[in-house]
């Protein structure tokens, strides 16, 4: 996941490298991410979100569809 | 505690205390155990995708949200340096620590710096965008490019 100072840019980066545009990330949705996988990754029983879990918590971000699914087949 | 809870402990305290990677020798000095079995342990500790080694199988790459190696995002917490491995993963350097920190890192396309103030309670805010040209079935084929 890559950083880009407009929604202009992105698009500016995919055409010139030939990659198709996905969906955008803001900020806040940004942060909600990291502290939702990370916050409690120095503890004892720290672990990654399982499939399930991580398809919630992009959904409560509003980030849905077949790119957030982790186990989609879509782009096999 | 399991060997393996050690082991992921030893790693990702070591990264909070001196934001580099930490050998297997200083793993295996800190959990108190041999090399081999805390080898052993990485290899199960990669295998739940919360280490990426170096080809070696040893170095660690990536403890994730910490890098192993320099990358173009910088996270300063506390006047430590750290390396993220992308731009979610500089956000969760100062999650993961619970400490205030900034983000150095770029526009990757036009280059223009991003030097962001991130509190307890997150960043100011901010137009800046992220891009993720991954699918997330598709993340861990190749986690370094994701």
New interface residues.
């Given amino acids: 996941?890559?950083?880009?100072?407009?929604?202009e840019?992105?698009g500016?980066?995919?055409a010139?490298n030939g990659?198709?545009?996905?969906?955008?990330?803001?900020?806040?949705q940004?942060?909600t991410?990291?502290?939702t996988?990370?916050?409690t990754?120095?503890q004892?029983n720290?672990?990654?979100p399982q499939p399930n879990e991580?398809r919630s918590i992009?959904a409560g971000l509003g980030l849905e569809g077949?790119?957030?699914?982790?186990?989609?087949?879509?782009?096999g | 505690m399991s060997l393996d809870t050690q082991t992921k402990l030893a790693i990702y305290r070591h990264f909070a205390e001196t934001g580099q990677r930490p050998s297997l020798q200083v793993v295996a000095e800190r959990v108190r155990a041999d090399v081999n079995n805390v080898r052993e342990a990485y290899e199960r500790l990669r295998a739940q995708r919360m280490l990426v080694l170096e080809p070696d199988g040893v170095s660690i790459r990536m403890a994730p949200p910490f890098s192993g190696v320099p990358t173009q995002h910088v996270v300063i917490v506390d006047e430590t340096k750290y390396f993220a491995n992308y731009a979610w993963d500089s956000f969760g350097i100062p999650a993961a620590l619970k400490r205030p920190g900034r983000i150095h890192s770029r526009c990757e396309q036009s280059g223009e710096p991003l030097n962001l103030e991130i509190g307890l309670k997150g960043p100011s805010p901010c137009s800046w965008l992220f891009h993720c040209l991954v699918p997330a079935a598709r993340w861990w084929d190749d986690i370094v490019f994701t």
């Avoid at chain 1, 996941?1 to 929604?7: D, I």
């Avoid at chain 1, 990659?19 to 806040?28: A, C, H, S």
């Avoid at chain 1, 077949?66 to 782009?75: G, K, L, N, R």
């Fill in positions: 996941m890559l950083s880009f100072r407009s929604e840019r992105v500016e980066w995919c010139a990659y198709p545009m996905r969906p955008l990330v803001t900020m806040d940004l942060w991410l990291a502290t996988w990370y916050s990754r120095l004892e720290s672990r990654r991580m992009f077949d790119f957030w699914d982790p186990q989609s087949d879509s782009f």
